[in-house]
């Protein structure tokens, strides 16, 4: 964890440094903003305060901020915030307003979700259209896998279980309570026109530089850059905080009916267990063995396979969510897209592991 | 929904005129590769076929690493050919549910961008009926197999279904394309002021009239798009009577210029309007047949869209299979959000 530590700290050192504490934009802005040890919690707001193994805390408005050794602070606006997510990107005409509000302290659960959220992916500041970016990712996500439904011409019948399934998600996934949400025409601001036509100049000048192809590769590769190293700690740093918190919940999450499901979920629960101990045993990313470098294709190879891996966190925190509207729904099925998921897991932690990929295996 | 299955086959045409099949097989994964291919005596064509596979997998939204998918090539293609290359990856699609296609599946084309789902081209020359033609002019991405735009494409094309009925041998469903550009400064200085902003090529003047009323009420109901857009439209089969098209033709037009959510696969609607400004649906003829034509050929991920006035009317069950395939089905009465 020390080393997760200073590399996050090298690669958000500059932002951490440069945004001082500025409450009024709590609230409108920003969701969360890292605060300075003696604060007082600024009214409306509250503090949470998260130690290295990712334990959280939270103080009342009012409060102030004492920080024990090693623990970050921030103070979070409770909200209400709203935002426009686009539920497909081939239909930017069409989105969803959504007004949610960060979570107040549920006294039921034992780990605040946004807390954890704020352990495990906030690196600095919650800023709001980062965080809407987030959100519109996991909609579209599940959208595009069939978990969630918005088909053309959505009855009500459909937008009500959409709805149902997404409050669900959201709280699941980012504990954010979702007070409204309707489908509005935003023609007015996301003009597609416009896209297509800048997609065709940009054609168009791509195609003029055939001339010069490797200037426009790059610049075309610049907003996908992709940092090994950094990517690596994200997710790792991601799985290691989230996996326990997601087995506890899953835990809960079923009620086992009789003997075979019971079996069946803790036999999930025991594979989880063991992508546990491989993340938490996880060899670091640029070496192939103690004290011998690993080529740099490889890191970035292995880095790949953290970042799947946390794309199949994601799915399992989706579908847990899933697990807790069922009641005694398609349990069959849900269960059967866990041990998707889990195999997904078990996959690419086994793969990153690898110090390298082993030839094709047989002939056959 | 997704229903894999064991073994699918895919045909490409080679460039002696013979024919080159892809079977895709589909194992537990026990440890090894995700996707294995195999090309009699040409390991370097098997390498690059796996290549293909994995990259044309970025487009899917859906992972499972519990299966492996082993391809294999019943003969050696000329050398430099690649038309096999869009084969491959509808059969890797087929045999994991992804894409339903009906089968026996010919299919021809190329790409060198495959991660984005596009397909570039083909070598074959000419369309000999029945093939399924990768390129621009064709099948232009993976994603337009279900009607859908190209995300990354200047120009956004959307298919919507319908049935085309006659009570013979012919019934199917038919497709109708709306394709769309902005009107202005496009920069190619062909003439845009002299072009008819809505053309149909391939229709009688009749029809083309039709489509252009239909259209035109469509978007003055939606507020948005009534002017601005150069718009082409074309059928898969233009000889056809009756104006049940009008509803799928409304649909592809409005996912064409991204105001409608999207179905995961394709859009399949019948209906008329005397009042497309008001957005209104309203019934067509032939229910029975109608149905069953749908109840046979839709497929996972589809969404049917019928007038309000054959709710009452629906064959018992229709609703209940249609949703145990994967798809799913609405009676509406006015288009539009909800």
Redesign the interface.
Known sequence: MMMLGSLIEKTFGRSLRQSAFDATRLGRAAIALPAPNGLTVPAACAAVLVDRSGHSRRLAAGARIAVHDGESAWCVHPGPYACELL????????GLRVSFAIDASDPRATHQRFDLYLASEAACSVELAAFTDQLQNTLQ?EL???IL????????E??HAFRSGFNQLMYTRFGITVDDCV?V?L?ATRD???T??A???A??QAASEVAAPAAAVQEAALPEAFVPACEDARALRRLFLELPALMCATRMAVLPGDGARFRQQQEMLRRLDLVCLSVGTMPALALAAPGQPLAQDEQVRRARHSR?AA??LDEAWALLARLKIAGEGPLDELFEEG??VV??L???TAARRLASVPL???PA | MIIPRDEARCASIASDGGRVTVTATRRPRAGRADVKCSVPGAPQLAAQMQQVVRLARHTEARFDSRDQVVLSLDRLPAGGERDWELAAVLADRMVRGVVTLREPVVANGWSDAWHLGRIDGRMLPGAPAGVLLGGADALAHLGALNGQPDPGAAVSSARAWFPLHSGGEADGLGWVEVSVRPLDGDGDGDGDGDDDAVSAPDLDAVRQAQVRTVLAGARHFDGRGAAGWRTTVRFGEARFSGDSYQFALVMADRIARGREFLARGRVIATGRSSAWHAGRVETVDALAAKCALIAREAAAGDRVLLPKEWEAGLPPGLRADLRARGASLACVERIGII
């Open positions: 539920p497909f990107a081939g239909a930017p005409e069409l996500r595009a896998q069939g439904d918005l088909p053309p011409c959505t009855t009500l459909e937008w489908p025409d023609g597609y026109a416009a297509l036509q997609r065709h100049a054609q168009q799947r794309a199949a041990e998707r195999a997904n078990e996959n690419e094709d295996e047989e």
